[in-house]
């Protein structure tokens, strides 16, 4: 069982980090990349409405998404796979995450992130793409048959790297099996669904 006291106390460590009110480790001096408060309650609120089983999460970063997404998760069944080639930020997400109490439900993996996405087989209730933001198209296509249908996928840096992600926005937005918006919170949240299949058959009269 969670004790979300642990996940609350280094939650609000880190965002002290992010708003400069403490310093970072000292590989870190130079700046973070990390969702911030709104992103983080968007994680946590999304992870609360889908209900995970498994879930994805591209650039682990200090481990602050990946707690707020672990804080969402109620029932304590879920489990998370967090991906990222910096062995540093590893370290320190590791950290974090025994910090917490939550290193069982995290699964780390150092890795490229699409040589990984190609390698885990999922299916995937949630995902979170936070990394390389020029990697987010072959991404989505590698990972889109890896999805549930109800799965949600949240896309950091919408409105901070448009150029580099347009190509991303076209796909989801267009693709049949997706809807997909932009949420103007903290850096812009691309906030995509993979959809469920609608039933299409045409009932028989003598069904009736």
Partial sequence: MMDYSKIDA????LLAVHAGEKAPPEQFREGIQALGPEGGRLVETVVRMVRPRLGLEIGTSSGFS???ALRGALDGGFRLITVDHDRAKIEWARENFVRAGVQDRVEIVVDDALAAAEKLAGPFDYVLLDADKE???PLIKTLLPKLNPGAVVLTDNALTHQVQMRGFFEFVQSHHEL????YH???GIEVTV???PRITERVSPRDT
């Fill in 10 to 13: 280094v939650i609000r460590e």
């Fill in 66 to 68: 990946a707690l707020c």
């Fill in 135 to 137: 990697q987010n198209l």
């Fill in 179 to 182: 809807a997909s918006a932009t």
């Fill in 185 to 187: 919170t903290g850096h």
């Fill in 194 to 196: 993979k959809l469920v």
